[in-house]
């Protein structure tokens, strides 16, 4: 991998699995920041699991990162590489006979930091979710070298693969920014649920960022944001943690 990409303010974004909220986080963050008057680029270099349509391989992801940023980039330029296999890169590399085209990942986001004032970066799976034979998603985000926030799921097991997630950020020399915490119900949660965010943020030393309760208004599927952004996002200085 040879990533050679400008310096930006931003943020990238990644989880301690998949399904865990990383989108809905990433684009309510450039939802945030948007309506604060900056121009948001929003970026997902490699994307699988993605639909065949008439300009490409499209990603549901990617779409919603465009609706919350309200931009009208192309999405081969907010998701520079796709696949339609859903599974880790690797494999799709291996079943698609595509190794990662990372000059068009470069490309594509040296074009937004061109025109933006902050990106907003969103990782693949999980932090250690295999790229290539060589390559994990935590060293696709060091070639950012933006501060990193981790998103977890609330429920019983979280505590575990919170704090191997954040290790494992700190073992690569990346700046952890904090933990979100998504998809939090009231109305369900336990004491496994009520506690451990507390737990994981004062047993690693961490910033709790946000709690981001579930919402069936918005789908990242069907490209609803809802009517708003989630209070628990709007509430946080996003502009400071990247560094405008």
Same mark, same amino acid.
């Given at each position: 991998?040879? @990533?050679?990409?400008?310096?930006?303010?931003?943020?990238?974004?990644?989880?301690?699995?998949?399904?865990?909220?990383?989108?809905?986080?990433? %684009?309510?963050?450039?939802?945030?920041?948007?309506?604060?008057?900056? !121009?948001?680029? &929003? #970026?997902?270099?490699?994307?699988?699991?993605? +639909?065949?349509? +008439?300009?490409?391989? /499209?990603?549901?992801?990617?779409?919603? @990162?465009?609706?919350?940023? &309200?931009?009208?980039?192309?999405?081969?330029?907010?998701?520079p590489?796709?696949?339609?296999?859903?599974?880790?890169p690797i494999?799709?590399?291996?079943?698609e006979k595509?190794?990662?085209? =990372?000059?068009?990942?470069a490309?594509?986001? !040296?074009? @937004?930091?061109?025109?933006?004032?902050?990106? $907003?970066?969103?990782? $693949? %799976?999980?932090?250690?979710?295999?790229?290539?034979?060589?390559?994990?998603?935590?060293?696709?985000?060091?070639? #950012?070298?933006?501060?990193?926030?981790v998103?977890? !799921?609330?429920?019983? %097991?979280?505590?575990?693969?919170?704090?191997?997630?954040?290790?494992?950020? +700190?073992?690569?020399?990346?700046?952890?920014?904090?933990?979100?915490?998504?998809?939090?119900?009231?109305?369900?949660?336990? /004491?496994?649920v009520?506690?451990?965010?507390?737990?994981?943020?004062?047993?690693?030393?961490? !910033? @709790?960022?946000?709690?981001?309760?579930?919402?069936?208004?918005?789908?990242?599927?069907?490209?609803r944001?809802?009517? +708003?952004?989630?209070?628990?996002?709007?509430?946080?200085? =996003?502009?400071?943690?990247?560094?405008?």
């Amino acid at each position: 991998m040879n @990533l050679k990409l400008p310096k930006k303010n931003g943020l990238f974004i990644t989880g301690t699995d998949t399904g865990v909220g990383k989108t809905l986080i990433a %684009g309510g963050i450039a939802h945030v920041l948007r309506e604060q008057g900056f !121009r948001v680029g &929003v #970026f997902k270099p490699i994307a699988s699991g993605c +639909r065949a349509e +008439r300009e490409g391989l /499209i990603s549901n992801d990617t779409e919603f @990162l465009a609706l919350c940023a &309200v931009t009208d980039y192309p999405l081969s330029v907010i998701t520079p590489v796709t696949y339609k296999t859903p599974a880790a890169p690797i494999t799709c590399v291996d079943m698609e006979k595509r190794p990662i085209d =990372w000059d068009a990942i470069a490309a594509a986001y !040296r074009y @937004l930091c061109d025109s933006c004032d902050v990106v $907003i970066v969103e990782g $693949i %799976g999980g932090a250690l979710v295999p790229i290539d034979e060589e390559h994990t998603v935590l060293d696709v985000a060091a070639a #950012f070298g933006l501060p990193v926030v981790v998103v977890a !799921r609330p429920n019983l %097991g979280t505590i575990n693969h919170s704090l191997l997630t954040i290790q494992a950020v +700190r073992g690569a020399g990346l700046p952890l920014a904090g933990l979100v915490i998504s998809g939090y119900n009231a109305e369900t949660a336990d /004491i496994a649920v009520e506690t451990s965010p507390d737990v994981i943020c004062n047993f690693s030393q961490s !910033r @709790l960022l946000a709690v981001v309760p579930y919402d069936d208004q918005v789908s990242v599927e069907e490209g609803r944001l809802g009517l +708003r952004t989630p209070e628990a996002l709007s509430m946080y200085d =996003w502009k400071k943690l990247c560094g405008l």
